[in-house]
């Protein structure tokens, strides 16, 4: 199970607490830590945050955007990208680096991709990956290209788990999962508009899915973190207490067999054509 850092990232949290959640991730066993350029402050607290663990972590992030002086998602922009990332997380090099999520056209383009190869090539970047769901997914695990990619995988979100999931193991790439828990739709006994666990909450009422006494949230990171061809799932929390609950649902390893199929199952009946959310 790797942290997800997005939620560090807003200003609406102090900078003790943002340093204590990591701390507390690393005391827990958790080495993978995923971060973005559009995380707010994400990228420099946990620069601040892992002084002196760099050797006991796995830190990965995003680039593409949000670059003074250069176009979005231009091959300049990603090289200026991977510059700032370096800077605001402290290290000489970053094991991970996403292009996060743009669309296949610009994939198919050539000088972002390029532009992400020369960062690795050079020793900035370790391993040249790709963040996105549906058809730039593919052309991603396809193109030989990359050598890992993140996508949205739960119990609500399987569709990939048997098209690029199970491509990109046969090819060996890595596979981070996102959104393990659907932004834990099951708290809601209503629709909850405006909330981004909505559309969750509609696919697991379709479902009708049955946890089978276990809690759901740890129904959902084990089927996630477990799935064949998922390397790590990503938890975002800005709670020590919900950190903690993910680690012990992660340490119990795999699904029984017979619940993970109950959960397979349960997708494969009410699936209307369900896409990866990114």
């Given at each position: ?48 945050a892992l002084r002196g663990q760099r050797g006991r972590v796995v830190l990965s ?93 739960n119990a609500c979100d399987q569709r990939a788990l048997w098209t690029e999931v ?113």
């Amino acid at each position: 199970m790797g942290f997800g850092a997005g939620r560090i990232g807003g200003d609406d949290l102090a900078d003790a607490e943002a340093d204590a959640l990591v701390r507390r991730a690393l005391d827990l066993g958790v080495t993978l830590f995923d971060s973005a350029r559009s995380y707010g402050r994400s990228e420099e607290r946990l620069g601040r945050a892992l002084r002196g663990q760099r050797g006991r972590v796995v830190l990965s992030t995003k680039v593409g955007y949000g670059i003074p002086g250069h176009e979005d998602w231009s091959g300049p922009c990603v090289t200026a990208g991977v510059d700032a990332a370096l800077a605001r997380l402290a290290t000489d090099v970053i094991d991970v680096v996403h292009l996060h999520s743009c669309p296949v056209d610009v994939l198919r383009r050539g000088d972002v991709v390029e532009a992400l190869g020369a960062a690795v090539r050079a020793g900035k970047v370790r391993v040249a990956a790709y963040s996105g769901e549906g058809e730039p997914l593919g052309w991603a695990v396809a193109s030989g290209l990359f050598g890992s990619v993140q996508l949205s995988v739960n119990a609500c979100d399987q569709r990939a788990l048997w098209t690029e999931v199970a491509e990109a193991s046969r090819r060996g790439l890595g596979v981070l999962a996102k959104r393990p828990l659907a932004n834990a739709p099951w708290r809601f006994a209503e629709r909850p508009a405006g909330d981004d666990a909505a559309p969750y909450w509609e696919r697991l009422s379709a479902m009708g899915l049955d946890p089978g006494g276990l809690p759901w949230d740890e129904l959902f990171l084990r089927f996630a973190a477990f799935a064949p061809g998922v390397s790590s799932a990503l938890v975002g929390t800005r709670s020590a207490a919900h950190l903690e609950a993910a680690v012990r649902a992660a340490a119990k390893g795999p699904l029984p067999a017979e619940v993970a199929e109950s959960v397979r199952a349960a997708f494969r009946r009410a699936d209307a054509g369900w896409t990866g959310r990114i």
